[in-house]
Structure formats: C-alpha cells, structure tokens
C-alpha cells in the first residue's frame, strides 16, 4: 500500500527514493508486524480468555506434564500471527504482484481451515476438530488455486518444472502434474508444521528461520544479477516476497513474545497451518521446493517420526519411540522442555544454514 502510494511521488522527494528499495521495504515489514504485534498482543490474549475458559484441550494420552503446566492456556493464537502478518505485507508490499496475492491466499485460506478446527476443539472441550478428511481437501483446493496462479504468473520456461539444488540448468518438467505436486507440497509443508507445534516455542522460531531463509532466496532469484551470478533460475516478481517472509518474521517475533516458557499463548492450527501453507508456497514460487527440505528439515523430521511410529505399530505391534512426534519422544526420556526446543532450534539454524549453501555449490 505504501509502495504504491509513495513510488508516484519518488521523482519530487528524494526521501521517498527509499521505498524502491526491497531491502528497506523488508525491513519495514519486520518493525510493522512487529509492532502490530505488541500492540495487539495482549488485547488478543485477553479477548480469547475471555471466549476460553478452560483454554486450548490438552490431550490425556500426552505427556502427563502438559495436564499440569499447560492446561487453561488459551490457543488461537495465529490470529495474532496472521493480523501481523497481513498489515505488514499490505503495507510494505507491492500489492501488483501476482505472487504476493497466490501466497497470500494460501496463508489465510490455510488459517481460516484452522481456524475452524480450533474453534470446534475450544468449544467442545476436546481434541477432535473439523474432520481429517474434510480438512485435507479444503487444504488442497486453496493449495490447488494458488498453485495453478503461480503457474499461471510464473515465467514460460519454469511455470511447470521443478527445479533440483546443485544443478544450475536442470529443470524436471511435470506438465499437468506440476499443479497437484505444488499443492502437496504446500498442505505437507502446513501439517509439518502443525506436528512441530507441540512445545512452547518449539515450532515458531523454526519457522523465522526458514522465513528468513526464504526472504534470502526471494531476493535473490527475483534478482537479474544475483541470479546470473549464483546460476540460480531468474524468477522476475520473486523478490516481492522478501517483504512477505520479512513479515513473517516479524510477526514471529511478536507472537514468541506472549509465547516463551510458559506460554501466555498457543497459535493452535490456525497458527501452525497458515504458516508452514506459506513456507511451502514460497517455495513453490522461488522454485526451491526440494531446498524446502532441508532449511525446513526439523518439519520432516518430525513428520517421518509420526509416520514411522504409526507404521511400525501397525505392522509389528511395536513402537520405534516412546512417544510421536519426536520432540514428545524426548519428554518421556526425561528432558526438560527447555533443553528439547533449545536443540531443535540448534538443528534448524544448522539445517537453513546447509540448505542455504546449495545457492552457490552450482
């Protein structure tokens, strides 16, 4: 909104030279949501305990310590993220760009389906929200529409292909199939997130790392000269995108504020969902899906645990850990909850920081 109310204007006030700038723009949507946050904050907290009694239903087949230090919590705290979010981007973004619009869709579509199921869970006193099935689908038709937008948006020769890390030319084309996979990709990404999200601050700051990440990549592919000289795929209209992950960042920040041990608040699904949507559609758009992987690579951790627990159970009987997700598996060994999220979020700086490496290893 500010891009396109001062650009105008960049020719008579030269103080208005800055806002061509992706960089500065970036760093404004940081201090907006930021702020926003802050502001907002403890307004939200006290709105939602109002609307919460017993706050956010702990489960009674979960650490037996979450009944006790947990319990009352209010959740729906991604409203918080999302208000953040969206006044940072509206006002710093370049509101013309199509692929501001395809992620944005996806980080409030995926919102509101959490939305509803925490709401569902908070007003039935229990863990069972909007169907599985039934939120899979919504999932993947919000996922389908942006990704067919960014398809559409998206240069001739990558609209359809999926790039691979550590080769600078080779492209996978998938023709029809490139729509689905994008739309996996991005319900995956969300529902990893939303199993990260299981300790105060566990799956938070994992995200603003890879937010942060991505602003890098952003900038970098929607750049003729960077992109030239790293040999990465040149995606013009990327770099608009830095200021969304900026965003993100910055409303991150705000909300691991309120939500630092112990947590005055949780983001619930309506926080997890929305944004492990727009990691995944950035992803998309930058062309780095696979590189998703690795900066993301706690996600996946933490998914393939859940999916090796379930598996094994069902064919062996046996379980591989004491308790799925991972980071629950390491609760029941006895850590302390500050020493789990801690190490995790260890393993997700060494992660972003090797899958940021595979800009230049070309």
């Not at 404004?28 to 939602?48: E, K």
């Not at 899979?136 to 996922?143: C, K, M, N, R, S």
């Not at 990893?192 to 602003?215: C, E, K, Q, R, Y």
């Not at 990327?238 to 992950?245: D, I, N, R």
Request: proline content about 4%; overall charge positive.
């Amino acid at each position: 909104m500010l891009y396109l109310l001062l650009f105008p204007l960049v020719g008579e006030v030269n103080a208005f030279n800055v806002i061509q700038y992706l960089t500065f723009r970036t760093g404004g949507a940081v201090i907006t949501a930021l702020v926003v946050s802050f502001l907002f904050g403890p307004r939200i907290i006290a709105w939602l305990r109002s609307k919460q009694r017993n706050g956010q239903p702990i489960r009674a087949d979960g650490p037996p310590s979450h009944l006790l230090t947990k319990k009352g919590t209010p959740t729906m705290g991604g409203v918080l993220i999302l208000l953040a979010l969206g006044v940072g981007t509206l006002l710093w973004a370049d509101l013309r760009n199509g692929y501001v619009w395809a992620v944005l869709i996806v980080t409030f579509g995926f919102g509101a389906v959490g939305f509803v199921d925490d709401y569902m869970k908070v007003t039935r006193s229990n863990h069972h929200g909007v169907p599985g099935k039934l939120k899979f689908l919504a999932e993947l038709v919000i996922a389908g529409v942006a990704a067919w937008w960014v398809a559409d948006v998206a240069p001739d020769n990558l609209s359809h292909a999926l790039a691979v890390p550590f080769f600078k030319n080779l492209l996978i084309p998938l023709g029809l199939a490139f729509v689905p996979f994008a739309a996996l990709l991005m319900v995956g990404t969300s529902n990893a997130v939303n199993l990260t999200d299981g300790l105060d601050g566990l799956a938070i700051v994992p995200v603003m790392i890879a937010a942060a990440s991505f602003a890098l990549i952003a900038y970098l592919v929607g750049n003729v000269v960077f992109a030239n000289y790293l040999q990465l795929h040149l995606v013009p209209g990327s770099g608009e995108l830095a200021v969304f992950c900026g965003a993100l960042v910055g409303a991150g920040l705000g909300f691991l504020w309120f939500n630092a041990p112990p947590a005055m608040l949780f983001m619930g699904d309506t926080g997890s969902l929305s944004m492990g949507g727009a990691l995944g559609a950035v992803s998309i758009v930058t062309k780095h899906e696979l590189v998703l992987a690795i900066i993301g690579g706690l996600f996946v951790l933490e998914t393939v645990s859940v999916i090796v627990q379930v598996v094994s159970f069902k064919l062996t009987g046996n379980r591989v850990f004491r308790m799925a997700p991972l980071h629950h598996h390491y609760e029941q060994k006895g850590w302390q909850e500050a020493t789990i999220v801690i190490r995790f979020w260890i393993i997700a700086v060494i992660l972003a920081l090797v899958g940021l490496s595979t800009l230049k290893l070309r």
